[in-house]
């Protein structure tokens, strides 16, 4: 009902009936594309041939200010890349909200908004915003980032204390969200995070709680095929387990952020973790350190990542390994295979050839660790491990 | 003798050089006085406010400051669009950074809508009419430009040419 309100809002805005209306128009165009040196392994969308898809992006915002305090934004984006390759380039509404400025300090929004789980992820998709081709899986995984937009409010207040300058935001909302492989279901989402900024220096904390049914349609199919109609309470409890349904997940993130305009500084560290159920827990750091020289900008990132797979189930197949002796080792097995933990090490420039435009390139040296396959994908699923892979990539940014 | 009189006579001086020496003391003293040029920060001339410090005119165009101090007025901040010299100078005397590293500063808040930037004019008059309407109006022009109309609430030296 909402969109279909802004929809009708905004076109009204631009009908010759609207006199001074106030709008802005901008976009966003990513074109990028990366090749890694390993055959057999996906990194998002790059494999061993060189491709164009992965990262590419192009974007268009149009904000419409009604009144003072009133205004409706529309953010459309075109992506290059989706689970299956059957969405390539199919434009998506990402965001479409309303505004409202209660006082100069309170601002209320309602729609559909970007997550606004890490530094940068409420512009995730605008490169020319950060320095990095795309900024580290390590934090940024859809594990530990899993919904690009919500559905629902938040509240952003501005204040300042002593020397500091605040922001702080409340969301709350939910959202659905499926591929071919899963149907994820987000019942709420509800999030607090408090940006703190004083000269050149800005440090955020956040906190995110939902409660999450995911549905991974393979295991489905399988955990089916051994239900019985008289599981033990043992048995029952694994099945639920598996199922994952109503489960909270929380992330919690803490990031800095220096920059002087020669030197720049990011760093983050990620916690995702969840109640119970066969759904990911995991933690994620970087560091970033770039200098600029002239039209460059050269940066260096080392970053660390490690997820497990149902920890809570694994303990209840070990804890009752007797009384599931043919179930146990079944989910045991997937738990193990999707362990992952990657440390990598990426360096990469970016060189502003006009104020709107760059061009960036990163390389990037991710080495699995623990016989995982880290944050690369197999495109053989019995292969559980990979080797150190090298992943060069190449990004033009543009904002116009 | 003092050795310390510098002797300013030099073996060879022609009128020629002379004169180049002369012009060239002249352009030197000049120099300044072509160089610098006030930046004024203006309110609507019905503002209360009547001062600001320069800390509080970088706060209020970096969007951390949302009411001006003292009052219970909302600022409404308003800039010229193109990236000009009046505005390198203006960024340069309050926060010390360029206007591209303003503009970096501002493409984050800019796609988020977690706050907006300074309204952009198209042209100082643009502003000045603006202002003369606007009672929470912020902006800033150069010093010669400043009709009666406004109120100055701060005049920045810089050191950036026209």
Known sequence: MLPRIIILMLAVSFSPFARSFDYSLSGFLSLSAGILDEEGYLYADIDDSLSFNNDTILGGQISGQFTDNFSATIQVIARGYSADDSDNYKPAIDWLYLTYDITPELRVRAGRMATPYYLVSEYIEIGAAYPWIRPPFEVYDPSAAPLKSFNGIDAVLRSNWKDWFIISQFIFGQEENSTFLYEINIHRIAGLNLSFSKNDFSIRLAHFVSDVSLSVFLTETFLNLFRTDNPTPVEAKLFDLVDSKHVKHFYSSIGVNWDNDTWFVYSEYNQATSEAGFTPTGEGMYLTVGYRIGKFSPYLTRADFRLLLGSDLKKHILNNSSELPFLGPLFLNPIEDNKRYQRSIALGVRYDITNAMSLKFEALNATSQRGSVGLFTSKDSSITFAPPIRVYSLALDIVF | ?162
């Open chain 2, 1 to 162: 003798m003092n050795k310390f009189v510098l002797d300013t006579k030099t073996p060879d001086s022609s009128p020629w050089q002379t004169f180049l020496y002369s012009a060239m003391l002249i352009l030197l003293l000049a120099l300044p006085k072509l160089a610098y040029c006030d930046i004024a920060i203006i309110v609507n001339a019905n503002s209360p406010v009547s001062a600001l410090t320069k800390d509080q005119v970088k706060n209020i165009f970096l969007g951390r400051l949302t009411r001006f101090p003292n009052t219970n007025m909302a600022v409404s901040a308003m800039e010229i669009k193109q990236n000009n010299a009046q505005k390198e100078a203006f960024y340069m005397a309050i926060a010390n950074k360029t206007v591209n590293k303003i503009n970096r500063y501002w493409a984050r808040y800019l796609f988020t809508g977690k706050m907006s930037p300074p309204k952009k004019l198209s042209s100082n008059q643009e502003i000045i009419d603006s202002i003369t309407n606007t009672p929470s109006g912020i902006s800033y022009i150069e010093s010669s430009d400043v009709p009666t109309t406004v109120k100055v609430v701060l005049t920045l030296p810089t050191e950036q040419q026209q």
